[in-house]
């Protein structure tokens, strides 16, 4: 949520800056990269699951993260007049942000924090 809220505010602030190139490139990059880590998300709880593999919602996955993900967002890039390194910083930044909450749940976070009540159950 905080990463989407951050593409959005630096989308804002480069439309309204004049460098509007910048801002559609950060937004396409955003979206793409929140996109990607949807789909990774999907694809590994599928992969991993106990149960029984669907190999359709597996193989819908697969393809709509490689052909249709990243040809669409090449085509995108190709054929839009944005900046390249907002594309690049928009998609960096959801994986800026995954990265980052993990290394602070890896340190022990907030001892008695919402967001880690009944983890002992799971991981014990």
């Known amino acids: 949520m905080g990463s989407a809220v951050s593409i959005l505010s630096f989308f804002l602030f480069f439309q309204w800056s004049g460098r509007p190139s ?8 955003g979206v793409w990269s929140l996109s990607n880590i949807f789909l990774l998300k ?7 699951h106990s149960g029984e593999k669907s190999i359709l919602l597996i193989a819908l996955f697969l393809f709509l993260k490689f052909p249709v993900l990243y040809g669409g967002g090449f085509l995108l890039l190709w054929f839009l007049p944005v900046s390249l390194w907002g594309a690049f910083v928009g998609f960096t930044l959801p994986f800026a942000f995954v990265f980052l909450q993990a290394v602070y749940l890896a ?6 924090s919402p967001s880690r009540i009944g983890e002992e159950k799971v991981f014990r």
């Open 22 to 29: 910048l801002g559609w490139g950060l937004l396409i990059g």
């Open 107 to 112: 340190a022990g976070g907030l001892a008695g």
């Open 42 to 48: 999907r694809l590994a709880a599928l992969l991993f």
